[in-house]
């Protein structure tokens, strides 16, 4: 199973930005569908962002587009979570994982089965 390991949360002030990152101990990142999740106290965890195994192709949840971005370099096994003009509701515990590129659609939650540890983002008022 592959591991992942979310880095760069942290506290940041309304209109900030983060940038977060998921190491993976993926032989091959480019075969898998790449997600980023969120859950705030209380709710369900939400699929935000998500990349395709292949083609270029990307998700965004409605309340994250034109300000997320998510990226991937492959040759470092690594995905990203670009994250710009942060707000308050932006606060949750934010996870990555891996889909296998059989297992479902890319933009579906469900198709997603290995997760990493979560990395807390705070966005102050």
């Known amino acids: 199973q592959v591991q992942l390991v979310e880095s760069g949360g942290g506290l940041v002030q309304a209109e900030g930005s983060l940038r977060l990152s998921c190491a993976t101990s993926?032989?091959?990142?480019?075969?898998?569908?790449m997600g980023w999740f969120r859950q705030a106290p209380g709710k369900e965890r939400d699929l935000v962002a998500a990349s395709r195994w292949s083609g270029g192709i990307t998700y965004y949840a409605e309340p994250v587009k034109g300000r997320f971005t998510i990226f991937r370099d492959n040759a470092k096994n690594t995905v990203y979570l670009q994250m710009n003009n942060l707000k308050p509701e932006d606060t949750a515990v934010y996870y990555c994982a891996t889909g296998a590129r059989n297992s479902g659609s890319y933009s579906i939650s469900s198709s997603y089965k290995n997760w990493g540890q979560g990395t807390q983002v705070t966005v102050s008022s």
């Open positions: 993926a032989r091959t990142l480019s075969v898998y569908n």
